[in-house]
């Protein structure tokens, strides 16, 4: 039978008439309640941000600690995983059952899912909040949290676990029903390489996890340290690998919204996602590299020869799609130069604007810094400093936050079906969010390379036999992260007034055709690129310059680097 003939409901498909993008009835409804699950957590976790920030602002600090500690946790895990997980099984439904013109496998399954992850999530802020369960997102042992704190990570990661797996099985119902001819688009495939990621990663969280949870029952006597380490990082490092594979799709299908682009090359793009699937979560180990438990060899095979082919594919990535935005720009006779095509570009869509200024955060300061502290004897400079943060913040937020914000302001009038309110603040948003964390992220990687710590409430230890007095510049680029912090804050705020405002005041737009079957996909021409644009036939010229720009900027970074830690050796 075909997908429309198994569905009972007369008006299963919904024809979007502002994008043309169809929805099935239950994907759409799951995926309306995973984004406002997802926003409900961001504003959590913003909330919280304040407290974070103003502790860590010199002039201020604000909180306690215990206070700090319990705040400083719930707004990890907030943020890390609940805000954009949600999202992101959001994102997977999307790019099976909408960009495939198909219905949702299981969708009771589904609404299984994500009853388990609301409970787990509110589960898990419940355990942090009640107090007892200070014990970070890392949660390392043999520090212990209470039951609950365990049980309700464990509760969220099934959930997700099961999300993945209907949008496999929504795969399966494509491909068996035939609504689409070939291989699946370029953005649903990047969606598959975060799918198989994510399966991975919270299968490296239940193999720990659980244990621990029996530990804080009292019902086995210890968990190795060094071992939780180790597990414990293949899933939370590697939830950043998913976020990666995510954000970079949906920049993939933003190209495409705001400028009717296609790929460079859909096959390297796709190659460079493999490359993720392969060598991707070998990343993790560059949070262990000060373990004294772990070979030298293991640290540098996972740090050095195999994390390089994942640097190449972001590296591909980050070529690829501002060069297909190019190439679109030409075409549209924007040849002026090297970067008419980007001037041209437009800036005042948030959608556009916000998935680029991602772009460049993401590349320059969260990837440059990655590398960097993936080198072994580089990572010593900054390990558990507050350099730490301010990487994650650069990937995290600047990479997969921002893309999410941009991807949202298209959702709301052709997924929520709202008018979105307030256009003109919707068009700043982006520049405030993303530039404030571009300094914030400046700035804190500053202090980090000064030695400031990272897990310490007191950068000053005041009152301890350990009180240290920092240099004066310490204290001021802390005190400009506390500024940019808020700045940055007030850009999510922003951001979660639009999203919800749009949902409850914004004007109803019109739903579209609704039909008891779906419209298979029409087959496609195949992508043809011009190479006629510059001096030795680029086909996109200017994207090969920015391209030279942050190779010179990550040499020079990497340089630095390795000058700054000679001078620390003191040997002669």
């Not at 802020?125 to 949660?139: C, E, P, W, Y």
């Not at 190449?312 to 040849?335: F, W």
């Not at 571009?438 to 030695?451: C, H, K, P, R, S």
Request: positive net charge; contains cysteine; charged residues 10%.
């Amino acid at each position: 039978m075909s997908g429309g003939s198994t569905m009972t409901n007369p008006t299963s498909y919904r024809t979007c008439p502002r994008s043309g993008l169809q929805f099935e009835a239950n994907a759409e409804k799951l995926m309306l309640a995973n984004a406002v699950a997802a926003v409900v957590f961001l504003l959590i976790g913003g909330i919280l941000a304040i407290g974070v920030t103003l502790t860590r602002w010199p002039a201020v600090h604000w909180l306690e600690a215990d206070t700090f500690y319990q705040v400083l946790t719930a707004h990890g895990i907030d943020m890390l995983i609940f805000w954009i997980i949600f999202f992101e099984i959001a994102v997977l439904y999307f790019c099976s059952s909408t960009l495939l013109r198909c219905r949702l496998a299981t969708p009771n399954m589904a609404w299984l899912g994500f009853a388990l992850m609301v409970i787990g999530a509110v589960t898990n802020n419940l355990a942090v909040l009640q107090g007892s369960s200070s014990v970070m997102m890392t949660s390392y042992v043999p520090m212990l949290a209470t039951p609950a704190f365990y049980l309700g990570l464990i509760l969220f990661a099934v959930g997700a676990l099961i999300g993945c797996f209907v949008f496999l099985g929504t795969l399966v119902v494509a491909k068996r029903d035939k609504t689409y001819t070939g291989s699946v688009p370029l953005v649903t495939f990047g969606a598959i390489t975060a799918c198989i990621i994510a399966v991975f990663t919270i299968a490296s969280g239940a193999i720990i996890l659980i244990p621990t949870l029996l530990l804080s029952l009292g019902w086995i006597a210890q968990v190795d340290a060094l071992v939780y380490r180790t597990i414990w990082w293949a899933f939370g490092h590697s939830s950043q690998q998913i976020n990666v594979a995510a954000h970079i799709s949906i920049w993939y299908a933003v190209v495409a919204i705001a400028f009717g682009a296609k790929p460079m090359s859909e096959r390297v793009s796709r190659g460079a996602f493999l490359l993720y699937i392969l060598f991707l979560q070998l990343a993790s180990a560059h949070h262990l590299l000060a373990d004294p438990g772990l070979s030298t060899s293991w640290k540098v095979v996972n740090t050095s020869y195999f994390m390089y082919f994942a640097v190449l594919a972001s590296m591909i990535h980050g070529l690829t799609i501002p060069g297909a935005m190019e190439v679109a720009q030409r075409a549209k006779g924007y040849n002026k130069g090297l970067f008419e095509w980007l001037r041209k570009a437009p800036w005042g869509n948030p959608v556009f604007s916000g998935v680029f200024i991602s772009l460049i955060g993401f590349g320059f300061l969260g990837g440059i810094s990655g590398v960097m502290m993936g080198t072994e004897q580089l990572n010593m400079i900054i390990h558990n400093t507050i350099y730490v943060p301010g990487h994650f913040h650069a990937t995290v937020v600047i990479g997969t936050t921002l893309s999410f914000m941009a991807l949202t302001y298209f959702l709301i009038p052709v997924l929520f079906k709202r008018e979105m309110i307030n256009p003109k603040l919707a068009q700043a948003q982006p520049y405030l969010f993303g530039l404030s964390m571009y300094f914030f992220v400046l700035v804190m990687m500053g202090a980090g390379t000064l030695g400031v710590s990272r897990r310490h409430w007191d950068m000053a230890f005041n009152g301890s036999a350990l009180a240290y007095q920092w240099p004066g510049a310490a204290y001021l680029m802390m005190g400009l992260v506390g500024i940019a912090g808020l700045a940055a804050i007030a850009g999510g705020a922003i951001y979660i007034y639009i999203t919800v405002g749009s949902l409850l005041w914004g004007k109803r737009l019109e739903a579209g055709a609704a039909s008891p079957k779906y419209t298979p996909i029409p087959p496609t021409a195949p992508t043809v690129v011009a190479q006629s644009y510059g001096s030795a036939g680029f086909a996109a010229p200017g994207t090969f310059t920015l391209a030279m720009v942050f190779l010179t900027a990550f040499i020079l970074y990497y340089f630095i680097n390795w000058k700054y830690l000679s001078t620390l050796w003191g040997l002669s």
